[in-house]
């Protein structure tokens, strides 16, 4: 049984997966949509409305705590000089998903997770 345990583990191992929501979640930041599958985007949306929130607190310790996860320090800058102070007064749900047609080569639920004005 499963109790308790939370996350999805998308077929990867542990190093792996984390890169993959590293790389979702700094693709996510810098183009403010992305198009993925829907596992995947349900995974990342947290992780980017995480580090969004750190963008909103300021200073240097959630500076840091940004920058060990983004993949691009000009990605961390823009959280802290752009996406912070525009979601100051939202309380959160920095983030949308979309629905969109299956992939054709598998069928897959393909999503655009994109952040909201």
């Known amino acids: ?9 998308l077929g990867r191992v542990t190093a792996h997966r984390r890169a993959l929501y590293r790389n979702l979640v700094t693709d996510l930041l810098r183009y403010e949509k992305i ?11 947290s992780i ?10 300021s200073g240097l310790p959630s500076y840091r705590q940004a920058l060990s996860f983004i993949t691009d320090k000009k990605i ?7 996406l912070g102070p525009r979601y100051k007064e939202r309380p959160g749900g920095y983030t949308r998903l979309v629905k969109l047609e299956p992939r054709l080569g598998d069928g897959a639920l393909m999503v655009q997770l994109e952040l909201v004005e």
């Open 76 to 82: 961390t800058e823009k959280i802290f000089s752009d």
């Open 35 to 45: 198009v993925t599958t829907e596992a995947k985007a349900k995974e990342v949306r």
């Open 48 to 57: 980017a409305e995480k580090m969004i929130t750190l963008g909103k607190k």
């Open 1 to 9: 049984m499963r109790h308790k345990i939370a996350g999805r583990k």
